[in-house]
C-alpha cells in the first residue's frame, strides 16, 4: 500500500522560503510521477509541480516558474518542493500525490495516491 507523508508547511512572509517535502513509502517509485497540487476553499486541487521519479524530468505551472523548484532523492523515497520568492497567493493546503506512469499529469483525477496535505500560509 503507497503512503504519502508531507511536511514542511507553515507561515511565511511574502518574499520568504519554505520546503515541503514528501516521504513515499509502500514500494519502489520507479516508473511513478510525482506532483505537489494546492488546494484553496471552494477552488479544485490545482497542479503545482511534476518530476517522474526515474528521471527526474520536471514541469511546473506558469505562475511558480522561476520561484519553485522541485526534486526528488531516491535513496530515501522522497520528493521536495523549494518554494522562494513566496507570494500571499501561494496560499493553499499543498498536497503530494503520485500515479504510476510515463506522463506528465496535470489533473488531479489521474492520481491514486494522496498525502494528507500540509498548510502553507503567506502574510503580506
Known amino acids: 500500500q503507497v503512503q504519502l507523508v508531507e511536511s514542511g508547511g507553515g507561515s511565511v512572509q511574502a518574499g520568504g522560503s519554505l520546503r515541503l517535502s514528501c516521504v513515499a513509502s509502500?514500494?519502489?517509485?520507479?516508473?511513478?510521477?510525482m506532483a505537489w497540487f494546492r488546494q484553496t476553499p471552494g477552488k479544485e486541487r490545482e497542479f503545482v509541480a511534476g518530476?517522474?521519479?526515474?528521471?527526474?524530468?520536471?514541469e511546473y505551472t506558469d505562475s511558480v516558474i522561476g520561484r519553485f523548484t522541485i526534486s526528488r532523492d531516491g535513496t530515501k523515497n522522497t520528493v521536495y518542493l523549494q518554494m522562494n520568492s513566496l507570494k500571499p497567493e501561494d496560499t493553499a493546503v499543498y498536497y503530494c500525490?503520485?500515479?504510476?506512469?510515463?506522463?506528465?499529469?496535470?489533473?488531479?483525477?489521474?492520481?491514486?495516491?494522496w498525502g494528507q496535505g500540509t498548510q502553507v500560509t503567506v502574510s503580506s
Open positions: 518530476i517522474t521519479f526515474s528521471y527526474g524530468t520536471t
Open positions: 500525490a503520485t500515479v504510476y506512469g510515463s506522463g506528465t499529469y496535470y489533473r488531479a483525477q489521474n492520481y491514486n495516491y
Open positions: 509502500g514500494g519502489s517509485f520507479s516508473g511513478y510521477y
